[in-house]
């Protein structure tokens, strides 16, 4: 099993608030992601990093920032928490391409709910 | 348009059986990869099987094979003899071009559910 641990894994907090959510793998993979999950939507791309430092927005990046200070952790920050970024979080982690079809391990994701 | 449709919320099929879980997808793009995920009640997301745009062989990993009909744009997931422990839903995704990174755009799952 990939080494991937999201922090925390269950979390309430209420509108206005600012939420840090954390991932850590111990794989030294390149690439991470964090993606959200709600029903009917399957699983939704919100920002990515291809290094340190290095970061991109992904399809619903409003509302979110990231930092990656060192290649593992990457770290997803909901500024002012709102009711619709109630979600299932997963980040992923993968290598490069070169190496393999590059597939995605996630972690074991980590529930938010916005009162 | 969405890039990766899966058309069937939930799926029936009994043990031992064979089932087909569609999907289709859409790129312009000439190097594109597919990939299967299973997600149990439990939660995680466990990868099942890759397809790549070049491969000319269908992808076979265990009991999942990958049907893929590039003209068609489809790359249904096929599950043979299936088990209790099959029941899931299952996401179909896509990475598009020929980056070293993996974004992947997901369907919105089929729920499988088997039957003794």
């Known amino acids: 099993d990939a080494g991937i641990t999201q922090s925390p894994r269950h979390k309430v907090t209420e509108t206005g608030t600012p939420v840090t959510l954390r991932c850590h793998q111990t794989e030294n993979h390149r690439y991470m992601y964090w993606y959200r999950q709600d029903p009917g939507h399957g699983l939704r791309l919100i920002h990515y990093s291809y290094g340190v430092k290095d970061t991109d927005k992904g399809e619903v990046s409003d509302g979110y920032s990231v930092s990656r200070s060192k290649t593992e952790d990457f770290l997803l920050t909901l500024e002012s928490a709102t009711s619709s970024q109630t979600s299932v979080y997963f980040c992923?982690?993968?290598?490069?391409?070169?190496?393999?079809?590059?597939?995605?391990?996630f972690g074991e994701g980590s529930r938010l709910t916005v009162l | 348009a969405q890039k990766i449709t899966q058309t069937q919320p939930g799926m029936f099929v009994q043990e031992k059986e064979a089932v087909t879980l569609d999907c289709t997808y859409d790129?312009?793009?000439?190097?594109?990869?597919l990939f299967w995920y299973k997600q149990p009640s439990s939660g995680e997301m466990i990868f099942l099987i890759y397809?790549?745009?070049?491969?000319?062989q269908n992808a076979t990993e265990g009991r999942y094979s990958l049907n893929f009909q590039k003209a068609r744009k489809s790359a249904n997931l096929v599950i043979s003899a299936s088990q209790l422990g099959d029941s899931a839903m299952y996401f179909c995704a896509m990475r598009e071009g020929q980056l070293g990174y993996s974004t992947l755009t997901f369907g919105k799952g089929t729920m499988l559910l088997v039957s003794p």
């Open positions: 397809q790549g745009s070049y491969d000319e």
């Open positions: 992923a982690i993968s290598e490069s391409r070169t190496s393999g079809p590059g597939e995605l391990f």
């Open positions: 790129t312009s793009d000439q190097s594109y990869g």
